[in-house]
């Protein structure tokens, strides 16, 4: 029995000494969808993390900023981006797709900026919101701090890169973590979500 015991012990000590994954961090568990300029559709809009983690933010129908909003599990640094949306909703105005490589390490360097920006306001309620506008996407991170119900008091020198900046609506910080431009179409993308 000892020598089991030993065997046991000595394969729990051995496995975790090596790991072939290295720790990761999830930084959002709270997502957004919406658009600051009016109706549009999201069918299919998809975040890839640098952990191979993915992240669904087609959230169909929005028309406001920051928008629906869902649990999406945790997503860590993103690092791709791709999917198809369409402005208007009763009739489709213009088709957009993209597909995009988001600069992971930058963003990991934004996130850590606003991590560390309040003297004191954790990040409990961190989301990353995804706002289209016609062609126009925008990756953006925020750990919701509003000067109504919180202290969002700064630190001093916490933003020496002027990466933090006011939310589209201007109510709170945000970090932007991609801002691109989809391709534009008259008719559906043929693979598409809307291509019938």
Not at 95 to 109: C, F, G, P, Q, V
Not at 123 to 147: F, H, Q, W
Not at 152 to 176: F, H, I, L, M, Y
Request: glycine fraction near 10%; hydrophobic fraction near 30%.
């Amino acid at each position: 029995m000892l020598k089991w015991l030993t065997i046991l012990l000595g394969s729990c000590i051995a496995l975790s000494a090596c790991s072939f994954s290295p720790f990761t961090e999830n930084f959002a568990e709270i997502g957004n969808a919406g658009s600051t300029t009016g109706p549009h559709i999201i069918k299919r809009m998809t975040v890839t993390d640098t952990n191979g983690g993915r992240t669904n933010f087609a959230y169909g129908a929005v028309s406001s900023y920051p928008g629906k909003s869902a649990d999406i599990g945790a997503i860590g640094i993103p690092n791709f981006i791709q999917g198809y949306w369409s402005k208007g909703w009763d009739s489709y105005e213009k088709y957009y797709h993209i597909t995009a490589s988001i600069d992971s390490k930058l963003a990991e360097k934004k996130i850590s900026t606003l991590r560390d920006y309040y003297k004191n306001h954790g990040d409990s309620l961190a989301a990353m919101e995804l706002t289209v506008d016609g062609p126009r996407v925008r990756l953006i991170y925020t750990l919701s701090c509003y000067t109504k119900f919180d202290d969002c008091t700064p630190r001093k020198n916490a933003d020496p890169n002027g990466w933090v900046v006011r939310s589209p609506d201007n109510t709170t910080e945000v970090v932007v973590l991609f801002d691109g431009t989809g391709e534009a179409s008259d008719t559906p993308f043929p693979g598409s979500p809307y291509d019938k």
